[in-house]
């Protein structure tokens, strides 16, 4: 098992901001769902439920936690069921083993559904002085790019991040652009706030292109993994802002 967290994000349709509204954890041979009711900052659960936010109908409760030893089903018929045709094949394309589990098919799907608003994401992971994670570049249609746009940038090439503080929809939006300055997207909105706030403190952000899937939808054209090394207090600070995208 490569996650043992994800984190449940909800996607306001008016505005196309992010709501960490919940986390999905694994552990002790059990799955656990809890709301971000008992957490602050921006964008949580009691955020969203004033931005039009319904609770889900499988867990209706705010504040309880939920317990199964098999993965929720809400959850669960989100991803391929082994008994599935073509199962392998779909492994492959994710880029995992036939010893994936459950919560491994919901991080690579993420565990979308057509014009559904919930995605499950990898969550920004601080191990020791280093944090960590993966996600996809936002926003990539409306960016005006080149049919070519894969002659841009190519899996293992790092590309830059900038700030975007006269975006009128999101003060934390950060752009994803190629060394030349060709704009390809944005940080998603989930990770936006933590990121826009290490680049204020002028703490490296670093991106490097991991997958390229140009014949997919452009939600999945560009995978890139976050790099970032902090110092302790930094550190301290992340986890006392309460930003976005930490379990």
Not at 66 to 80: T, V
Not at 89 to 98: F, K, V
Not at 182 to 187: D, F, K, R, S
Not at 220 to 229: F, K, S
Request: with cysteine.
């Amino acid at each position: 098992m490569t996650s043992n967290s994800l984190l449940v994000v909800w996607k306001n349709k008016k505005d196309s901001l992010s709501y960490h509204i919940g986390t999905l954890s694994y552990g002790s041979e059990k799955y656990t769902f809890e709301y971000t009711h008992y957490q602050g900052g921006l964008r949580k659960v009691r955020e969203a439920l004033r931005n039009g936010y319904h609770l889900h109908p499988a867990f209706p409760y705010l504040e309880k936690t939920y317990e199964s030893a098999d993965l929720f089903s809400a959850f669960d018929r989100r991803i391929p069921d082994e008994s599935r045709i073509g199962y392998e094949d779909i492994l492959i394309e994710l880029g995992l083993s036939n010893e994936a589990d459950r919560m491994d098919l919901l991080s690579e799907t993420r565990g979308q559904i057509s014009a559904d608003s919930y995605s499950f994401e990898e969550p920004l992971r601080l191990e020791g002085n280093q944090l960590h994670s993966h996600f996809y570049v936002n926003g990539m249609r409306h960016q005006g790019l080149p049919s070519n746009w894969t002659e841009l940038v190519s899996v293992g090439d790092d590309v830059e991040t900038e700030l975007e503080e006269d975006n009128v929809y999101d003060p934390y939006a950060v752009k994803v652009k190629t060394n030349e300055g060709v704009q390809l997207g944005y940080v998603p909105s989930i990770y936006a706030q933590a990121v826009h706030a290490l680049l204020k403190r002028n703490v490296p952000v670093h991106l490097k292109v991991k997958q390229i899937k140009s014949h997919l939808a452009p939600q999945w054209w560009l995978r890139v993994e976050l790099n970032c090394r902090l110092d302790i207090n930094e550190s301290d600070d992340l986890y006392q802002m309460n930003l976005q995208g930490f379990v």
